[in-house]
């Protein structure tokens, strides 16, 4: 009693202590002493609170509807499945689908459809709408796994299915329930916007289960029901439909899964594949009481309310990477067909995989913000794989699986809108922009002159080609310009098309010192220089641009008759006879090598040059396959024609040596002809050209 007592005072006074509101905590040990420290029962009072309110926002995290109370009751009544669902089934399970992991997106894909069916019913008013239960429940799909029994839950609290739906829905392979509801609405005459969030057009989904279930059991109550069914089967060839009691309003799948798809059962591995499939589906995801999807589906927005920084969030979800979108193209269109597009042009320079034909492109293909597939190859032509996005169509026609494309018409017509798009969107940057799209240029001005390369359609061709940039013979170093810029320059001389001229080189100093460039130089004609080796097969390639005809110097000079007339050469020029003379012993020393050998007024500072029909065909050739050739094969090919220049020095001297030297003159024609060969760009080693240098050289100096 007296313990009591004692204990009963302390109570008291501790009681008193905080009333007052402090209380004295003395701490001693042996070696050490505290101040006293004094806490106030203010502070205690707010410990508790922040307290509650942790435990509070961490409860509010988690909701669940899923439960266990379900429970069957009377005798099942077993159906047979029809025989080609038999067959179908099997062809679902073992190949219809290319990964496992897709009959997670197909199941809530049916339930996000079940939400927006409750939806529009709700919204509709009417009979139907009278009947609906539960009407102001919230309307979410919850997941919920159990690695120790192996089974996967998905539920939601969509519209449900009644007994007959039951039998006609999942009794029935290839038959979409949303796809007769859209019908069905259409037939009414009230289809409206409330319809448009609802997948359909995919009749297999829910058989994916049986990918990774040995068994699956379905528990469904409508909304206009006061009774829920259980649907069960183990996918082979028959199911058992019976009441049960417990079933909540909307649909409930419970897959007990095969032993070597247990990894589906693990939380961290469906929250990746929600992410990956599902993130943008209009209703939440809750998975194992938590929120699994979050992530807005931007396209859908309006693109001027979309802030920048939620243009960079989501560029990096999609892409993958760590660079912000040089530029964004959001686009919306219902004419020609539906398309919700959202495509970001990468601010870093592309890398060697990327610039491969091999690598896959970087856009998604959604269907009413349900990924179909994250990397669709016929949704942007090739050439513009380096662009980063989505594509939201809801005319896009999909087979069974959701991941072939079976309407190519217009897969075809999808793809032109969105090519031009982008053409136009560029063309626009431009202008606008000028500066920020010469860096896009120099960056990505590859994959524009691939898609003039590979592409057939010659109006597309000149669509691209209106992007292209080029240095000028008439603009200072380092300024390039466009062909529509050329054009406002060119002289429309008698009424003929303008010609747009361009000469390959390595470099401007090349270019400006080039035997081709010198005919047109004299003249003041602007010409187009190309530096990158294959500049020359793109504009060659393109052939033509807005009627007016791309022609390379060189093949200017081949096809220029004028050149070859030698009535006027001037008293400082070979006469007619020497040159006739020369060329004939020129051909004998060149034979199997130059198969045609003139003169020509052209040239002015280079003793000769060399023509090929196609130049830049020809020195392609010379990069990729000429080391297959030996050297009289390639000669054969090529048929060069040598062109020389009966005023300059050298070629006059080689006249004379021709009958006083003729080793000498013999040793400098190879020479001359051999350099003609390198400047042309036809030579695929000029390190070649060493011996028979040297050989010249020790000859020369033979007097000395």
């Not at 420290?37 to 899923?66: G, M």
């Not at 999807?293 to 802030?307: H, R, Y």
């Not at 060659?540 to 200017?556: A, F, R, T």
Request: glycine share 6%; charged share 25%; proline share 3%.
């Amino acid at each position: 009693m007296a313990n009591t007592m004692k204990l009963f005072t302390v109570f008291r006074a501790s009681r008193n202590l905080l009333n007052s509101g402090k209380i004295c905590v003395r701490l001693t040990s042996r070696n050490t002493s505290f101040r006293p420290n004094f806490i106030t029962a203010k502070t205690i009072q707010s410990s508790r609170l922040l307290s509650t309110a942790a435990n509070e926002a961490k409860d509010s995290d988690y909701h669940t509807i899923i439960s266990d109370k379900e429970k069957p009751k009377g005798e099942g009544v077993k159906h047979e499945f029809q025989a080609e669902t038999r067959m179908l089934l099997d062809i679902v399970a073992q190949s219809l689908y290319s990964e496992k992991e897709v009959f997670i997106r197909e199941l809530i894909s049916n339930a996000s459809d079940a939400l927006e069916k409750f939806r529009y019913t709700q919204l509709s008013g009417g009979e139907e709408a009278q009947k609906l239960q539960g009407a102001d429940r919230q309307l979410e799909i919850h997941i919920a796994t159990d690695k120790q029994n192996r089974t996967l839950t998905i539920q939601d609290t969509g519209i449900g299915m009644t007994k007959e739906e039951l039998i006609s829905n999942l009794g029935t392979i290839a038959r979409s329930g949303s796809k007769a509801f859209l019908q069905q609405i259409k037939e009414k005459g009230t289809e409206s916007s409330n319809t448009s969030n609802i997948i359909g057009q995919f009749g297999v989904g829910f058989y994916s289960a049986f990918m990774v279930a040995d068994k699956v059991e379905v528990y469904s109550r409508a909304t206009s029901e006061d009774i829920g069914y259980k649907w069960s089967s183990d996918g082979t060839g028959s199911y058992e439909i019976q009441e049960a009691d417990g079933v909540q309003f909307g649909t409930k799948i419970v897959m007990h899964l095969k032993t070597d798809c247990r990894e589906f059962s693990d939380d961290e591995m469906l929250k990746n594949v929600i992410n990956k499939y599902s993130n943008f589906v209009g209703s939440p995801i809750y998975l194992n009481g938590k929120k699994a999807n979050s992530v807005q589906p931007v396209w859908l927005m309006d693109a001027k309310s979309v802030t920048p920084q939620q243009h960079n969030e989501f560029y990096r979800y999609i892409s993958g990477s760590y660079d912000q979108p040089r530029f964004t193209l959001h686009y919306n269109t219902d004419v020609p067909i539906s398309i919700h597009a959202l495509l970001y042009f990468p601010e870093g320079k592309p890398g060697l995989f990327e610039m491969s034909r091999e690598n896959e492109s970087g856009v998604a293909l959604y269907t009413r913000k349900v990924l179909i597939k994250s990397k669709t190859d016929n949704i942007l032509p090739k050439w513009l794989r380096f662009i980063k996005g989505v594509v939201d169509s809801d005319d896009i026609p999909l087979n069974l699986s959701r991941e072939l494309l079976q309407n190519s018409a217009l897969i075809r017509k999808l793809t032109t809108v969105l090519t031009n798009r982008v053409l136009r969107f560029l063309q626009e940057q431009a202008k606008k922009h000028p500066e920020e799209f010469a860096k896009f240029y120099t960056d990505y001005g590859l994959f524009l002159k691939e898609g003039i390369i590979t592409n057939h359609d010659q109006n597309e061709k000149e669509e691209i080609a209106k992007l292209l940039r080029f240095e000028s013979s008439h603009k200072d170093t380092g300024m390039k310009i466009g062909l529509d810029d050329y054009l406002s320059r060119a002289v429309d001389t008698e009424g003929r098309q303008k010609t747009i001229y361009y000469l390959a080189a390595p470099s401007r100093a090349l270019a400006e010192n080039s035997p081709y460039y010198e005919a047109l130089k004299r003249k003041q004609q602007e010409v187009l220089f190309c530096y990158e080796p294959y500049d020359e097969l793109v504009l060659m390639q393109l052939q033509q641009y807005k009627g007016n005809k791309l022609v390379s110097v060189e093949k200017d000079m081949r096809m220029d008759k004028q050149a070859n007339d030698l009535t006027n050469l001037g008293e400082d020029s070979l006469k007619r006879s020497e040159i006739d003379a020369l060329t004939n012993w020129m051909k004998d020393k060149l034979s199997g090598k130059a198969f045609t050998i003139h003169a020509t007024t052209r040239l002015e500072a280079h003793p000769c040059v060399v023509t090929v029909e196609e130049m830049a065909a020809a020195r392609h050739f010379i990069r990729t396959q000429s080391h297959q050739l030996n050297e009289n094969q390639r000669y054969g090919l090529l048929q060069p024609q040598l062109e020389i220049n009966p005023k300059h020095p050298i070629i006059k001297k080689l006249h004379k040596l021709s009958t006083s030297d003729p080793i000498l003159a013999e040793l400098l024609t190879n020479q001359l002809f051999a350099n003609a060969m390198v400047g042309a760009g036809l030579v695929d080693d000029p390190r070649v050209l060493l011996v028979s240098m040297n050989d010249l050289l020790t000859k020369a100096l033979d007097k000395h």
